[in-house]
Structures are given as C-alpha cells and as structure tokens.
C-alpha cells in the first residue's frame, strides 16, 4: 500500500515544505516544522452534507458520563472519581520514577473490579519484561490483562478493536509510530498522529486510553508540548528518583479538580498508597538543626508538613550563588532581598542554597515564611524553637499576607505533635483557629516573625550531637 503523502508544515505560519528544514523559509521561525499527511479535500456537494442531530444538555443519559473507578484511592483521587468512558489521560514523568509500575497497578484494580479485560500495549519492554513486573507486583496470574508489545498505532488499534477493553494503556507515547508518516518515534508529527488517532479510538468505543509520556529533563513533556492540548488530563508523577516517596499531580483535568495530589511510595512491591501522607515528608534527624524550618502547607485540600533546609556560606567566588531544589528559584532571590531590606539580614554576600527535603515541589505561597526562616536560622546559626511549624505568604516591605485553609494546616501539624505556630496576624479570620491545640504567634511583619521564631542560641543536646558526629568522621579517617 502506499505511503499517503506527507510534507512539513510551519506550526506558525502554515507554509509547507517538501523537507524537514531547521527554519521555516516563510516565516523564519526555528524548528516550527512538523511532519503533517496532506489531505486532499474530496469534492463533496454541499448538499450533501446531512445535519447531525443535536441532544439537549438536560437529556445526556447520566451512564455516558459514568466513570470507570480504578479502586486505588490516590489515582481515583487525583482523576476526581476515576476515569470517563471515552477520556485521553496523559501520565507523565522522568524516566525510571515509576510510570510504568503505576499503570500496571491500575490495569491489576481494573480487572479485579471486574471491569472486564484491559489491554496494556508496550513499545518500550518485551512481554517477558513486563511479566517480570507483574510477578513484583503480584499480577502476574492475571488473566484479565492482555499484554501486546506494539509500537504502530495502525495495529495496536486493530487490537484493541479485536478485543474491546475496558481501559487501554499506552506505554510510552513516545514510541508510537503511524503509518502515514516518515519522521522518526518521538517526533512532534508522529506524537500528535498517533494521539489524533488513539483520541479518535477512545472516542468511538467509550473507552478510556491510558497514555505514559517521558518528560525531559528541564520538567515538559519531551516533544509535544501540543499532546496536552488533545488529551483530556494530564497526570503527572514526580520525587526524587532514589527517595522512595512519589507525588502523583493533575496539571489538567476536564473531569475534576486539578489541586488535589495523590501520595506512594515505591517498595519491593510496588507503588504502594500512603492513606495518611501528613508527616511523610519530615525527616526527624534533622529537625532542631540551624537552617531548618518546617512548613505546614496545604496541596488541595490535603495537608502537608514539609521540611525546608537552607544552607548559607561565603560567596566564593564571582556572584553569590543561589540554588533552590523543590522552591520556586525567583521567590527565593526575592526573600534573600526582603530579608536584607525589611529585615537586616544580609545574604549578599552569600551562596544560599534552598530546599524542600523529599523531593516534593512547593509552589503555594504560604512557603515564603518558612523558607525565609530558614534562610535566618541558617545565617544566624540559630535553630528554631523546638516544635514550630510556620505558614504565610510574604510581601516586598516584609509584611505577612494570609493565606487559606489556616485551621487544616494547624490541625494537622498538631496531630504530629507540633506544639507552636507562627502564622501572619490577619490569617485564618473566621476560622476556628483557638481549637487546634497549637500556641498561635501571630506576627505581621518578616522581623517579627524571626525573633520569635529563632531561640537564643544551638540547644546544648544539639551541639552534643554535632561533636559526636565530629568525633566519629574523625576517627574513621
Ligand atoms: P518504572 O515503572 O519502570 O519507571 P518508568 O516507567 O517511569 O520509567 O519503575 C522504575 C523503578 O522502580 C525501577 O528503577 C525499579 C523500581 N521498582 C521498585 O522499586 N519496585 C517495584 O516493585 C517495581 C516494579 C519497580
Ligand atoms: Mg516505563
């Protein structure tokens, strides 16, 4: 059969070239073109064209719309319910973070529903890597999941049609290939293709199509920036590779709410749930040391204590360095400057290094104030008072700003055992704030906030510990 025409259209400007050049002769643009079939428009008459019945809003039938629960409390929680009939779900994330191993844990809870059979296609491992897998994850007996080591989509749709799934997976986008087009596995044209195509199967058949994409390096999705624009949701499963915790997030969700997270661990077996992920993220060890502050933030609706470190030193050479791991790094320039400005803390002279310990990512501004403390404890190298925790957002003339959901995060720091809380003045109004068990300093500017943050000098029981360690690594060498 012959290979339908195809040729490279400028993404900007629309101009088609036989070739794949690096910039568009048209327009100029750099690497805009995109290896696109020509499809020659057929003469219809235009009467001919039969008008398609319409439904009105309110006699949707509610099964259409009736979603496939999974049974894992953390994915169905992340996809608001579990998955819609018909749905494109995009699960992305770096290599080797456990992509693979989720998506088989849910093709195991599908088929233990009895949902029926699910088809699970790879183009990245043979049949008898992924039955490894599964005898990790203790599927391996499964009768249900039918596996097909596939990369054309042309055939893995041909399977699917065969054997009508209750949920087909995907793994990985990345290494699907179409038939219509030249290009290479993981060039933006075949992506887009080969998700045009699986969108046009889920939607014909009602059924939900799983697809894993690998994210580069620097956080987006290799290729196909585009993939996110034709999938219904976009997951994404994230830490630190050799930590064992694992967020899994929604960045896009037509179905649901994309705030809320779900919380693994990787283990022998598996990715297995954490039902009650509050305190997961501390590290006990290091509490109570300089340049430590804990913050009591909220992902969704669900509360978290996570841990910030900051570490100062003098700046060696050139400009001061200012690296953040888990922080927004722009945030963190601008708290060094409103903590030398607003706070007489001077960090100018400084390399600072900031993280969030676990691999986790904070973006919500109620992390200003426990990085900032941080940053003062670390440059003081004073540590904070034992059992505090601290949320709030930070303005430019040191001001603290509220921030929401006060009363959840304060409760869940006390049922960890936390017994002190420095919050901004005006947060949690309205609230019931006084029954959390928590002292509450409330503060209402960044300097207020650092006396009463920092005790007066290294807890003798901590500089003990220091020395002790002093003591061992020396005796070692
Ligand atoms: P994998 O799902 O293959 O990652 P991805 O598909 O995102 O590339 O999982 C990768 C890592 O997970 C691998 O290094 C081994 C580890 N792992 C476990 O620790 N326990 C398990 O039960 C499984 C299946 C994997
Ligand atoms: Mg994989």
Redesign the pocket.
């Known amino acids: 059969m012959a290979r339908p025409e195809s040729r490279y259209v400028c993404g900007t400007c629309g101009a088609a070239s036989l070739r794949w050049e690096g910039q568009c002769r048209s327009c100029g643009g750099w690497n805009t073109l995109v290896e696109t079939v020509v499809e020659r428009a057929r003469a219809v008459p235009r009467k001919a064209v039969a008008a398609p019945a319409v439904v009105a809003l309110n006699e949707i039938a509610a099964h259409d719309t009736e979603r496939l629960a999974i049974g894992l409390r953390e994915v169905d929680r992340v996809l608001g319910g579990g998955l819609v009939p018909g749905s494109l779900v995009l699960l992305g994330?770096?290599?080797?973070?456990?992509?693979?191993?989720?998506?088989?844990a849910v093709c195991g809870r599908v088929v233990a529903a009895s949902a029926g059979r699910v088809l699970y296609t790879s183009g990245?491992?043979s049949a008898g890597q992924l039955h490894?897998?599964a005898i990790?994850?203790g599927l391996a007996q499964s009768e249900h999941i039918d596996v097909l080591a596939e990369t054309s989509v042309e055939r893995i749709v041909a399977a699917a049609e065969a054997s009508a799934p209750a949920l087909l997976v995907v793994?990985?986008i990345q290494t699907l290939t179409t038939d219509d087009l030249e290009g290479p596995a993981g060039s933006v044209g075949q992506v887009r293709a080969a998700a045009a195509r699986l969108q046009a199967y889920a939607k014909e058949n009602a059924v939900p199509v799983l697809l894993?994409g690998?994210v580069t390096k620097d956080g987006t999705l290799a290729g196909p920036k585009t993939l996110e624009h034709v999938v219904d949701v976009v997951l994404t499963?994230e830490g630190e590779?050799f930590s064992?915790l694992r967020l899994l997030r929604s960045a896009k969700n037509r179905f649901g709410s994309t705030e809320e997270v779900g919380v693994f661990e990787?283990?022998?077996?598996?990715?297995i749930e954490v039902a009650d992920p509050g305190g997961a993220f501390l590290e006990t060890d290091s509490l109570g040391s300089p340049g430590v502050a804990v913050a009591a933030t909220l992902e969704g609706s669900r509360p978290l204590l996570v841990e910030v470190q900051a570490l100062v030193a003098p700046q060696v050479h050139g400009s001061p360095r200012r690296t953040a791991a888990g922080l927004d790094a722009q945030r963190l320039a601008l708290l060094i400057a409103v903590l030398g400005r607003r706070a007489g803390l001077n960090l100018a002279s400084h390399d600072v290094y900031a993280s969030i310990v676990g691999g986790l990512t904070v973006e919500e501004p109620a992390i200003d104030l426990p990085l900032a403390l941080a940053l003062a404890s670390a440059l003081r190298d004073r540590p904070l008072a034992p059992g505090t925790v601290a949320c709030g957002e930070i303005g430019l003339t040191g001001e603290l700003r509220p921030i929401n959901g006060l009363s959840r995060r304060l409760r869940e720091a006390a049922r960890l055992g936390f017994t002190r809380a420095i919050v901004p003045r005006n947060a949690g109004r309205g609230e019931e704030t006084d029954q959390t068990g928590l002292t509450l300093v409330r503060v209402g500017s960044l300097r207020e906030a650092i006396a009463a943050a920092l005790v007066d000098r290294p807890r003798d029981e901590e500089r003990g510990r220091v020395s002790e360690v002093a003591v061992r690594v020396g005796s070692e060498s």
């Open positions: 994330g770096e290599p080797g973070i456990g992509k693979s191993t989720l998506v088989l990245e491992e490894l897998r990790r994850l793994d990985s894993v690998h499963l590779r064992g990787m283990a022998g077996t598996g990715l």
